[in-house]
């Protein structure tokens, strides 16, 4: 996770316990809570010095190696050292070492090591600001919520200590995006830290900006479609979707016919959400050509926002055929409003992708099981248990899982414990939501759950 790996990342065969630790999945977390390996230590620092993670921005970890790391007994020095700051560079900040978060994770467990290192690091770190919000629970919590470590408190002196004048702490604070006046702990700090009150106050107006007005939601149709900057398109198309008016929809028309208009994807986007089939000949020059911008964009929630009567023929051809980007956008309609018709089709196509392993495409299998999810009569599908265990891309594993428990009577004891052990937090709460109450353990481990995810001294009394 030291954020230096090349991606896609390299993972280990799902079936292995790295390739499980890799992927974040519960099986592994209990296999290693219950010391049934005894390279568990070495596994699970492997997962730290290389990020596995298929997607950086969702994919969810921080937790899941803090837990494991200190039942398999990585040291925290280990931890300290894979989250220094990267060196500075000629290009964009890359942002801290996701290494870091795990080991503020794993300080916010009481951890007095991770604590000590966490007090080395704010008073001179980079990524001070980001650290902060790592150790508190999720919500942003006042203080009368449960898990805000005490100790947290005695990060403002040593703020103090590092930005000592009012000019230095609001020069800190004003591109401090995690600093929000009005939550913890900055509101505790500011009662209690003058200098951090002044500092607040000093920069009072970026942390308080108002929201932004949209100068355009009450421009006449005829303007907004003349407008020659294309980046507005997206904005444009969710102004003109609410109108209706014949004129409106004469002018949007009208737009969509011709390529030339800047607005043009607009008014196709609008429409297709307004149901006007008219508009499918332009959806339908979606493709790889289109490229990576608002146009694709656009095109593509187009498609799946048509009616499905008129795009199920091509959207069962596009899911068959060579263009991923066309497979993406059937793979979105289907998961949106597959038909019964369509399940075989589909079972068979999710294998298709699932076979192509790390070189899949990641969103068309999340699309492709809510479209099986949508038809548990015909279930379960060994299609999906296969994704929930093979997927690198953990945030979407969370899709599988959903359309596993709509579809498989048997998920509260094949997979629901599991869960309640997985990296992500969506996926633990669909293990807890589905789990068989009466099995010794895991009505205490349910409540554990809503203060302390991840953290269960004893996996096995819950799985018996």
């Known amino acids: 996770m030291t954020g230096d790996s090349s991606w896609p990342p390299h993972l280990e065969a799902p079936d292995s316990l790295l390739g499980r630790l890799q992927r974040g999945l519960g099986s592994a977390a209990r296999e290693v809570l219950e010391g049934r390996d005894r390279n568990a230590s070495d596994l699970v ?4 010095e290389a990020d596995p993670r298929w997607d ?7 937790d899941y190696y803090a837990v494991l790391g200190t039942a398999a007994g990585v040291d925290v020095a280990v931890l300290e050292a894979l989250a220094r700051d990267p060196p500075r560079g000629d290009g964009p900040d890359r942002g801290p070492s996701p290494v870091l978060n795990v080991l503020a994770r ?5 951890n007095t090591d991770a604590i000590s290192a966490i007090r080395r690091y704010v008073p001179t770190g980079r990524y001070w600001e980001w650290v902060i919000p790592w150790l508190l629970p999720e919500g942003r919590p006042t203080r009368a919520s449960p898990g805000w470590p005490e100790w947290v408190d005695g990060l ?5 200590e590092r930005f000592p004048t009012t ?3 609001s020069e800190a604070l004003k591109d401090a995006w995690s600093v929000r006046p009005t939550d913890a702990p900055w509101d505790e700090w500011r009662t209690t830290y003058p200098l951090i009150r002044a500092a607040i106050e000093a920069t009072s107006d970026t942390h308080q900006r108002p929201p932004a007005s949209d100068q355009y ?4 149709t005829s303007e907004l479609l003349a407008l020659e900057k294309a980046t ?36 196709v986007n609008a429409l297709a959400f307004q149901q006007h089939t008219e508009v499918l000949p332009a959806v339908l020059t979606l493709s790889d050509e289109t490229g990576r911008g608002i146009t694709r964009a656009l095109l593509f929630r187009a498609f799946e926002a048509l009616p499905y009567a008129a795009t199920r023929a091509t959207a069962t051809e596009w899911l068959t055929g060579g263009d991923r980007t066309r497979r993406a956008a059937a793979a979105s309609a289907l998961g949106a409003h597959a038909i019964d018709d369509d399940v075989r089709l589909i079972s068979a196509e999710l294998s298709r992708e699932l076979d192509q392993g790390l070189s899949g495409d990641q969103y068309v299998v999340c699309a492709l099981a809510e479209a099986l999810g949508r038809h548990p009569e015909y279930g379960p599908y060994p299609e999906l248990d296969r994704a929930f265990s093979e997927m690198p891309y953990s945030f979407g594993r969370g899709y599988v899982v959903t359309a596993i428990a709509a579809t498989d009577r048997r998920f509260p004891d094949k997979l629901a414990v599991d869960c309640l052990w997985d990296c992500e937090p969506a996926i633990r709460a669909t293990g807890a939501k589905h789990v068989h109450r009466e099995k010794p353990g895991a009505a205490a481990r349910l409540q554990q759950m809503r203060t302390d995810p991840l953290e269960h001294k004893e996996p096995r009394e819950a799985a018996r």
């Open 45 to 48: 620092r492997s997962c730290l």
């Open 56 to 62: 950086t921005d969702l994919d969810d970890r921080a």
């Open 217 to 220: 939601a009450d421009a006449p």
């Open 106 to 110: 794993t300080a916010a467990r009481g």
């Open 156 to 160: 403002a002196p040593l703020l103090c």
């Open 232 to 267: 507005l398109a997206r904005r444009v198309a969710r102004v003109l979707a609410s109108r209706t008016g014949d004129e409106d929809v004469k002018l949007m028309l009208h737009a969509a016919e011709d390529p030339s208009l800047a607005m043009h994807v607009a008014a």
């Open 167 to 169: 000019e230095l702490m």
